[in-house]
């Protein structure tokens, strides 16, 4: 499948994009929005096999992360949410797609999403919401809830070294992968793909520990807060809901959207946690294609 690269130039820096396809296809074009904060497209870029039924696939780096502009220095009073819903307006203007666009948004990503569709822009067509969360205080009180089942070994580690201060000790970070292999990606060893966005963060935290905190277990950033279920009946668009049976993103952090969007259906992958595109890879991807040509 073809695809092209490039920039897009912002007041902060610039950001890196690939198209997949044809942005002239018959079919909507879909722009995924990866998680994080913090992260990169590398672990989302299975989407990209989408472009075989017809429609062009957007990925890109959100600003301070992968290939786009690194800009540590900067604080919590930059790194928001109207930060990135700037950048993505940017982006679908720069494409020429602004009137005619879907956009997949997986965890933070799909937070952002639900961020940009209450806004009811006029271009925006359909949604996917893959393992989000509608409010980081019940995804903190679910990850917890989570991690007390967890092996009593594990559990010890996780504690002990958070109350030494020592949560970057390699005990801590078995632990952590521990956690990591039951509820974010059951793919053992760990994808490629998947590894590269681990490794782009831990080379580069600025955004995740700004936005999130140190840990999945501790949101302390500036979105500890964050919330959008009294406003998710603003989303007038067909939205779809992805989420693994094992995910982090519980049934209990994902049940507003269902609840507060007026069109919106859901699916849970039986053998998947945080990622069925890479855990159920074909049955995710086979569910996204026919939503968006359904909807």
């Given at each position: 499948?073809?695809?092209?690269?490039?920039?897009?130039?912002?007041?902060?820096?610039?950001?890196?994009?690939?198209?997949?396809?044809?942005?002239?296809?018959?079919?909507?074009?879909?722009?995924?929005?990866?998680?994080?904060?913090?992260?990169?497209?590398?672990?989302?870029?299975?989407?990209?096999?989408?472009?075989?039924?017809?429609?062009?696939?957007?990925?890109?780096?959100?600003?301070?992360?992968?290939?786009?502009?690194?800009?540590?220095?900067?604080?919590?009073?930059?790194?928001?949410?109207?930060?990135?819903?700037?950048?993505?307006?940017?982006?679908?203007?720069?494409?020429?797609?602004?009137?005619?666009?879907?956009?997949?948004?997986?965890?933070?990503?799909?937070?952002?999403?639900?961020?940009?569709?209450?806004?009811?822009p006029k271009g925006l067509r359909r949604l996917v919401i893959a393992n989000s969360?509608?409010?980081?205080?019940?995804?903190?009180?679910?990850?917890?809830?989570?991690?007390?089942?967890?092996?009593?070994?594990?559990?010890?580690?996780?504690?002990?070294?958070?109350?030494?201060?020592?949560?970057?000790?390699?005990?801590?970070?078995?632990?952590?992968?521990?956690?990591?292999?039951?509820?974010?990606?059951?793919?053992?060893?760990?994808?490629?793909?998947?590894?590269?966005?681990?490794?782009?963060?831990?080379?580069?935290?600025?955004?995740?520990?700004?936005?999130?905190?140190?840990?999945?277990?501790?949101?302390?950033?500036?979105?500890?807060?964050?919330?959008?279920?009294?406003?998710?009946?603003?989303?007038?668009?067909?939205?779809?809901?992805?989420?693994?049976?094992?995910?982090?993103?519980?049934?209990?952090?994902?049940?507003?959207?269902?609840?507060?969007?007026?069109?919106?259906?859901?699916?849970?992958?039986?053998?998947?946690?945080?990622?069925?595109?890479?855990?159920?890879?074909?049955?995710?991807?086979?569910?996204?294609?026919?939503?968006?040509?359904?909807?």
């Amino acid at each position: 499948m073809n695809f092209t690269e490039g920039y897009v130039e912002g007041p902060h820096g610039r950001t890196w994009y690939r198209v997949t396809g044809d942005l002239g296809a018959a079919k909507t074009p879909l722009v995924i929005l990866h998680g994080g904060p913090g992260c990169t497209h590398d672990y989302v870029d299975s989407f990209k096999d989408l472009a075989a039924t017809g429609r062009a696939v957007v990925h890109y780096d959100q600003l301070g992360n992968g290939r786009s502009t690194h800009l540590p220095e900067k604080g919590g009073d930059f790194w928001t949410v109207d930060l990135f819903l700037g950048e993505l307006n940017r982006l679908v203007t720069h494409l020429g797609i602004a009137d005619s666009y879907d956009v997949l948004g997986q965890s933070w990503g799909g937070m952002l999403g639900a961020e940009h569709a209450v806004r009811q822009p006029k271009g925006l067509r359909r949604l996917v919401i893959a393992n989000s969360p509608a409010s980081l205080k019940t995804w903190v009180e679910e990850a917890n809830r989570l991690r007390r089942d967890m092996p009593q070994d594990v559990q010890d580690a996780l504690t002990r070294n958070e109350d030494a201060g020592t949560i970057d000790s390699p005990e801590y970070l078995a632990a952590s992968d521990a956690f990591y292999a039951r509820h974010v990606c059951r793919v053992v060893p760990m994808p490629p793909e998947v590894k590269r966005t681990f490794d782009a963060i831990a080379e580069d935290p600025t955004v995740y520990h700004t936005m999130n905190g140190p840990t999945e277990f501790h949101v302390i950033g500036t979105m500890k807060d964050w919330t959008i279920e009294s406003r998710l009946h603003q989303i007038i668009v067909p939205t779809f809901l992805i989420s693994g049976r094992h995910d982090e993103a519980t049934p209990l952090c994902v049940q507003p959207y269902a609840d507060f969007i007026p069109d919106v259906r859901w699916t849970i992958f039986e053998n998947s946690s945080h990622m069925p595109h890479v855990e159920e890879k074909e049955a995710c991807l086979a569910a996204v294609a026919a939503f968006l040509d359904a909807a």
